[in-house]
């Protein structure tokens, strides 16, 4: 069965501190992979996705960058970070098969919290 | 993809049904009703999925009406652990020859199911 990693947990760091944020899928390959952020009380935002290996596609312009350095591997990262990239940031995965939708699994989250 | 409009907050007694309508007014052909929802800090889970008939897993019913402008999430004997936040997305089911599927989230409903 598939399965979705997230870590860490949970994140404590001052401002302008750089950021990595690790995701990792087991039991399928080549999925797509997607970065969220959930502001506190406000909906998810889809930050970037990533249909393959060194492919990345940005959805808002940000603070932010991701890297896929490996099939099932994604990584969210940053230089410096800024009060406003404190949230709830979730990693999720779908399938590339010819299915007629893409169902996304989530993975746990890590809760960031920038002072 | 098409917006979605769902009511902010909705309530639910145990062991009842839980109705949680969306408006989709200008959802197009080729678009599919998909329900989430997301327990408090944790990462969104897929409930189910329609274009335009009826469906019904073990989560759940999805009731889309015959011009597909709305459509109605049935949780049939709501749990104390169905309380959560659920949202309604509106989106094709294969992108444009690709198999990138973006989600947009939305404000979703917080469904309260008390004793």
């Known amino acids: 069965s598939q399965t979705i990693h997230q870590w860490p947990a949970t994140l404590v760091q001052p401002v302008g501190s750089p950021l990595s944020l690790e995701c990792t899928v087991e039991?399928?390959?080549?999925?797509?992979l997607y970065w969220y952020r959930q502001a506190a009380g406000r909906g998810l935002q889809l930050l970037f996705y990533s249909v393959g290996i060194g492919q990345i596609s940005s959805e808002v312009p940000q603070n932010l960058s991701a890297s896929r350095p490996q099939d099932r591997q994604f990584i969210l990262s940053s230089k410096k970070l800024l009060l406003s990239d404190s949230g709830f940031y979730l990693c999720?995965?779908?399938?590339?098969?010819?299915?007629?939708?893409?169902?996304?699994?989530f993975g746990p989250g890590t809760r960031l919290t920038v002072l | 993809d098409a917006k979605t409009t769902q009511p902010p907050s909705m309530d639910c007694a145990e062991g009842r049904a839980a109705n949680l309508p969306c408006n989709h007014s200008?959802?197009?052909?080729?678009?599919?009703v998909y329900w989430y929802r997301q327990i408090h800090s944790q990462g969104p889970q897929y409930i189910i999925h329609g274009l335009k008939n009826n469906e019904t897993n073990e989560m759940a019913s999805l009731i889309i009406t015959e011009d597909r402008k709305s459509s109605t999430l049935i949780l049939p004997h709501a749990t104390l652990r169905d309380t959560a936040v659920y949202y309604c997305?509106?989106?094709?089911?294969?992108?444009?020859?690709?198999?990138?599927?973006?989600?947009?989230f939305g404000q979703g409903t917080i469904l309260t199911v008390h004793p």
């Open positions: 200008t959802i197009s052909g080729n678009e599919y």
């Open positions: 039991g399928t390959s080549n999925p797509n």
């Open positions: 997305i509106v989106r094709v089911g294969r992108a444009g020859g690709t198999s990138y599927g973006k989600l947009t």
């Open positions: 999720a995965w779908s399938v590339t098969s010819g299915a007629s939708y893409n169902e996304q699994f």
